[in-house]
């Protein structure tokens, strides 16, 4: 009762600290409130950058391991050596079947390969600039494939190289205006597919990277039949194995580790030779993508430091001024038997209530700033950084209000009832 007493009393004096020098008060808290709105407003716009790129690499799932001729990033701490990886072997059809046979550590495997730039046809009517995907058995396991209408590739379909394709939304939409495009036939560079299956519209991606709406998928090897590809020549198109372990960085390195061993065996490295492969991870581009924001998020921080700590002489400035206008009062409550720490504590809860003020204040304006239109860029305020700004807001109250606090605590009784 004593706490919930001391915590009432000193929220109704910073109220009418608050109702009786508004300006003051207003003045005074701005720093506050600038210094938590430069915080968390950068730390959100971050956040939201951070997520709307990550969310653009979806489609290349998570706990995959993509076998390739090139890596994604240099190999290394050098230059991205892009004349050596270019003249390495392609992964081939043969390797896919010989890791499928043998790899332990796998939950599934695929093979796919991609060719952008098709025309697709029916009839009189074509789109260009298609990319075109010729997915293995185990595809479907591993990636994210919304099929909104229609079906997806049987076993049959994709073991027999069958003419059968599922197509983008906006191929869909481009060929077939006025009507289903399920079980109606479109042409591939002279060759006629069936089409099967429709997927879900996914819209532009947040880095403009063009979504499955323009893409159309084949049965991989009905696609070698339009292209070479899976026989190890580095001039053919690149087909690439994917591999999909567990979730746990130690179970993807100990796939990696096995994926590593079997290969190079299969193509007969000896124990000096470099690896003609690549293994490449989506991990690794959040991993680089978090540590590149991480920068951003420390410059946020210096940014908003320099407001608050001018917030804090602010807060600090009313806490003096609040302990001078009730010295009379301070005296009173001592010499009626209140407690040093009763006063102390009085006046921190003054000092962290202002402060908690100036950043509800800046988190407020951070809200505001979500309906901002960014074009692309989905802005959000989370809930770790509405905690964060009260949590700092509170920190810079206690520390801006100690020194006030302990000046109040410690006046005796008998001056303090005579002070003007």
């Known amino acids: 009762m004593l706490v919930l007493r001391l915590i009432g009393e000193s929220f ?37 950058l951070e997520k709307n790129i990550k969310d653009s690499f979806n489609f290349l799932g998570t706990g995959t391991i ?19 990886y270019f003249r390495r072997p392609t992964p081939t059809v043969n390797e896919f079947r010989f890791l499928k046979a043998t790899l332990r ?20 009517s074509s789109i260009g600039d298609i990319g075109l995907r010729g997915v293995g058995e185990g595809y479907d396991e591993i990636n994210d494939i919304n099929v909104e209408d229609g079906r997806y590739f049987t076993p049959d379909d994709i073991n027999g190289g069958r003419s059968v394709a599922i197509m983008g ?28 299956g429709i997927l879900k519209r996914e819209g532009q991606s947040f880095l403009g990277m063009r979504s499955s709406d323009y893409s159309v998928l084949v049965p991989y090897n009905s696609f070698r039949k339009l292209y070479q590809t899976g026989t190890g020549n580095w001039r053919e198109v690149e087909s690439t194995i994917s591999v999909k372990g567990s ?77 001078k206008e009730r010295t009379p009062i301070i005296g009173l409550q001592k010499s009626l038997g209140a407690k040093n720490y009763f006063i102390l504590f009085q006046f921190l809860f003054e000092a962290v209530f202002l402060s908690l003020i100036g950043g509800l204040a800046g988190i407020f304006l951070v809200f505001l700033l979500t309906f901002a239109p960014f074009g692309s860029l989905q802005v959000a305020l989370s809930a ?28 005796d009784p008998v001056i303090a009832i005579r002070a003007n």
């Open 12 to 48: 109704a004096f910073a109220w009418k600290a608050l109702k009786s020098n508004v300006l003051r008060t207003i003045l005074s808290l701005l720093g506050v409130t600038v210094g938590i709105f430069a915080i968390i407003a950068v730390f959100t716009l971050v956040d939201s």
């Open 66 to 84: 993509y076998v390739g001729k090139m890596p994604w990033a240099p190999e290394g701490n050098g230059p991205y050596k892009w004349w050596e």
């Open 105 to 124: 550590n796998k939950t599934a495997i695929s093979i796919h390969a991609a060719r952008g730039g098709a025309t697709i046809k029916r009839g009189s």
């Open 169 to 196: 939304f906006e191929v869909a939409k481009a060929l077939f205006p006025n009507g289903s495009p399920i079980g109606q036939n479109i042409k591939i560079k002279d060759l006629s597919y069936k089409v099967v």
């Open 247 to 323: 979730d746990l960085d130690l179970g993807l390195v100990e796939l990696e580790n096995e994926m590593r061993g079997l290969l190079r065996g299969r193509r007969g490295l000896r124990p000096g030779d470099k690896d003609n492969f690549a293994f490449n991870r989506p991990e690794a581009i959040a991993n680089a993508i978090g540590q590149l924001f991480d920068v951003v998020g420390i410059a946020g921080w210096i940014i908003g430091g320099f407001s608050i700590l001018v917030g804090g002489f602010g807060i600090a400035n009313i806490m003096f001024v609040s302990v």
């Open 384 to 411: 770790k950084n509405i905690i964060l700004g009260l949590g700092v807001s509170s920190v810079i109250g206690l520390i801006a209000g100690i020194v006030p606090a302990a000046v109040a605590a410690r006046m």
